[in-house]
């Protein structure tokens, strides 16, 4: 491709919005432009490499049998009503109604969809399994679209549903899959980890994420420093080995707090450690006021609360509720003496506590030689707080240590959460009604290319590994107007696109520098330099990973060329 025949808007000022350097170096080589908040144009750069991304995707889910479909953007409210979500989504989802008055959404997702494609036409356990993929534009009303392409309200997106018989043949394509993100992502030359992650709003129960591991990421992987362990911080396990110490139980005394409304208040007046308070936290649980507890150095993780109590919804209870229910305010709530019929759950580091403090229901007073079971009641101990650095592993065999990451894919083992309400079922080999299993597995193209992007860049520019590279090699005359280098130049651009190589000839008229500077900004992974010693047969080439040059002679080019991209 000739580069003046193109469209590659370069820019040199950094865009004052762009905070993270993907966006900014895909902004200024010119591979995408912002045409509002949150949704982006690809322009002709930007659509290759989104092209090479959805090939490798392609042909790996066809290696496990998947079949490409392309289903509507646009989707009927009446779909989403039957699986519960035309409420329970949120604000995220785009809804809208059309002349005649009728709701529909902006495709956010596909299960509905999907099931009530299948539903008519899968009617035997015969016609199971059956994987089914597309790569399409979703759309979601982000309250705060930002860095680029990685949280925007239009983006493209690579969702896969599997239909099951039994929950086995589920298993096993769920294991097919994650072999097959394994390997997309690998090929990707993205450095990532799959962790255990909570379903969120698609539902379901077993889960995994494949996280670009990144310092702008959104999202904090708690992974091993020994052994293979990962899981997203919300949903990572904390072993069950609290040391209790042997010290008599004291008797339990109140004492004037005043003031002191937050564990490090009251660590700092009664001079005592964080890890012997009680933190006390009221939850409104499905509607119910739930006292739940933690050790005071920890935090509670509000994803396990849910989970381990099967809940549909968690959040803190308003203030004005606790006030009416225990006579204080927040800071001052704790676990004794408590309202009949108020449930009390806690962490397992709670039944460690010895003599500890907390909070006594009175305004500007605690209780110190608090001890659990003595002095209050716990309904029940759960795994409740969010893992911290330094923690020994699930597994017993490391140590817990933390690392930003970026969601590039996510796999979910669905079950009846969809073919159920949605009547997607199918007659089993007994002549039986069954509803279908079910799995769901999401890649996020556009977003790959940024996480790649953010990963190969240097000061000067984007540095494309050699399979997702809009082009292969830049081509750079320094001056067209010279005959020598012209020729050459013609001459190569013919050559190497007979020999397959995807080539941008930069046949523009314009300074050196400027083509130099765009070149690096554009990342390609070889550019070849046609300059003084272009009548001697001589280019110049600069490897754009390592930042080296050498020269070659134009007898050579193909063959250390082919060497070069032998891997790609």
């Known amino acids: 491709m000739k580069q003046s025949l193109t469209f590659i808007p370069t820019m040199r000022e950094i865009p004052s919005d762009a905070e993270i350097r993907s966006h900014q170096l895909l902004l200024r080589a010119g591979f995408i432009r912002q045409t509002t908040s949150g949704v982006y144009s690809y322009l002709p750069l930007g659509k290759m490499v ?58 956010a997702t596909h299960e509905e969809v999907i099931v009530s494609l299948v539903r008519d036409e899968l009617k035997s356990y015969k016609q199971l399994p059956l994987t089914m993929y597309q790569i399409q534009t979703k759309f979601r009303d982000e309250q705060r679209p930002r860095f680029g392409l990685l949280r925007g309200r239009e983006f493209i997106m690579k969702d896969a549903y599997s239909f099951h018989a039994t929950e086995e043949s589920l298993n096993e394509t769920y294991e097919h899959m994650y072999q097959a993100y394994t390997n997309i992502f690998t090929r990707l030359g993205l450095n990532f980890r799959s962790v255990i992650a909570d379903a969120g709003a698609i539902g379901g129960s077993g889960t995994h994420e494949f996280m670009a591991l990144s310092d702008i990421g959104e999202d904090t992987i708690a992974y091993s420093d020994e052994t293979s362990f990962a899981a997203n911080i919300e949903m990572a396990e904390v072993r069950n080995e609290y040391v209790k110490s042997d010290d008599p139980l004291k008797e339990m005394e109140k004492v004037a707090t005043p003031d002191q409304r937050t564990i490090e208040d009251v660590v700092s007046f009664l001079g005592v450690e964080a890890e012997r308070c009680i933190k006390t936290l009221v939850f409104n649980i499905d509607g119910e006021l739930v006292m739940v507890l933690a050790r005071g150095d920890h935090e509670i993780n509000d994803i396990k609360l849910k989970n381990a109590l099967d809940a549909d919804t968690v959040e803190f209870a308003y203030e004005g509720d606790v006030y009416e229910l225990l006579s204080c305010e927040v800071g001052s709530v704790g676990p004794v003496k408590l309202p009949i019929g108020v449930r009390v759950i806690a962490d397992h580091a709670v039944a460690s506590i010895v003599n500890g403090v907390a909070g006594a229901n009175e305004d500007g007073y605690h209780f110190i030689n608090t001890n659990p079971e003595r002095d209050f009641g716990v309904d029940d101990y759960m795994d409740l707080r969010i893992i911290q650095e330094g923690d020994l592993t699930p597994d017993g065999e490391g140590t817990v240590k933390f690392a930003k990451g970026i969601e590039v894919g996510h796999i979910f083992k669905l079950g009846t959460t969809y073919s159920e309400p949605m009547s997607g079922k199918f007659l089993d080999n007994n002549g039986r009604s069954q509803p279908y299993q079910m799995g769901c597995y999401g890649i996020g193209v556009s977003r790959i290319m940024a996480a790649v992007a953010e990963e190969f860049n240097d000061e000067n520019g984007l540095k494309w590994p050699k399979k997702l590279a809009p082009f292969d090699i830049h081509l750079v005359p320094i001056n067209m107007n010279n005959e020598d280098q012209k020729e050459l130049a013609d001459n190569l651009y013919k050559l190497l696109k007979s020999y397959k190589f995807d080539v941008l000839y930069d046949d523009r008229t314009e300074r050196a520098g400027v083509k130099f500077t765009d070149s690096d900004l554009i990342g390609l992974p070889m550019r070849i330099t046609i300059g003084k010693k272009a009548a001697e047969g001589i280019v110049e080439v600069k490897f754009r990973e390592s930042g080296e040059t050498t020269e070659w002679h134009v007898e050579e080019i193909t063959e250390k060329l082919q060497e070069f991209f032998v891997e790609k």
């Open 50 to 107: 989104l092209k090479k991304i959805e090939a490798i995707i392609r042909e790996e889910m066809d290696a496990i049998n998947g079949v490409e479909v392309l289903m509507p953007a646009l989707q009927q409210a009446e779909l989403w009503q039957e699986s519960g979500r035309w409420q329970s989504y949120g604000p995220e989802l785009f809804r809208m109604k059309d002349r005649h008055n009728r709701d529909f959404a902006l495709g």
